[in-house]
Every structure is written in structure tokens, then in C-alpha cells.
């Protein structure tokens, strides 16, 4: 289902404005939130990775005629890409997909990404705000940032079992 336009302006407005670098959109369907996040951050490179055909077609048809030079569509399993150069990642994708990509974020993204999620939470990982639209869904928006504690955590866990303890 697309992202409806309270959604999409609510969520557009609580991005930073001085972000930079790339910004992925995971299943970007018929692209109507990788365009919008491309028009709003001219000073990011925006991907959309979309594998279903008609939306992806639609999506770079729509791309054609609408040239706006910093975004791309892939068709291509966002699952085998690398996000480790991303600075923030949109989805909107059901509760079995982010349960994955909880494992993906944790080995990929590096601190600071941002995690922008439609609807459905990332499991395990605390929200820095939560955003309520009103709209007949009563649409919930999960803001996250990737932190360094985990990373920490990590490492001190393999100090641990280097050392014997």
C-alpha cells in the first residue's frame, strides 16, 4: 500500500534538514516516497530497491519523464545489498520483514543511521520518537538511530572471549 500524503509530510518534516549522504528506500513499490524524499534532500543520493515489475517499471517510467538527478530505482533483492554507506533508511514493509531486518541493521548500519519505519517497529531496538499521524489508521512513524552501544557491547563481548572470561 502506498504511504498516504499525511504520512509522507509528517515524516518528511521530522527528517533533519541538514542530512546528507544516502538514503534508501527498502521496497519502494510504486516510488512515491523515494521521489518525495529525493525532491525534499537534492543534496542526498536517494535509492529505491523495489523486486515486484509493475511497480518497479512504473517507478522508472515515472523517473523518466520527472528527471530528478539524484534518485535511482534498482529491481533488486534489498536483502543482498550492503547499507553500511547509508545514512538513513525508509520502510514500509509487514512485521515478518523487519523481524530480518533487525538482524541486517544490527550487522550493516553504522552508528548514527537513522531508521525511519512506517507502521511496523523494528523489534528490539527503542524508538527515539514515535509519531502519530491522524489518519483513519492512526499511522504510527518509528524514528530510529543506530547507536554505538551495541557496537560497544559487541566488541566487549569478544574481548571477553579472547581473553577466557
Sequence with gaps: M????????KLLVSIPPKIHGTIIDLGSGWGNMAIRLAKQFPQCHVIGYETSPVPYY????????????????RKKNFFSVNLKDSSLIYTYLYPGAMKILYNKFEEEL??????????????????VQVLEVKDIYNT???M????????????????????GK
Excluded: C, H, M
Excluded at 502506498?2 to 509530510?9: I, M, N, R
Excluded at 553504522?110 to 524508538?127: E, H, K, L, M, Y
Design 58 to 73: 512504473f517507478s522508472k517510467i515515472w523517473l523518466f519523464f520527472d528527471k530528478i538527478p539524484n534518485l535511482q530505482f
Design 140 to 142: 504510527r512513524i518509528y
Design 110 to 127: 553504522i552508528p548514527g543511521t537513522i531508521v525511519v519505519s512506517n507502521t511496523f517497529a523494528v523489534p528490539q531496538w527503542d524508538p
Design 2 to 9: 502506498p504511504t498516504s500524503e499525511k504520512v509522507k509530510s
Design 144 to 163: 530510529y538511530v543506530k547507536s554505538s552501544s551495541n557496537i560497544e557491547a559487541l566488541q566487549a563481548k569478544s574481548e571477553e572471549d579472547v581473553n
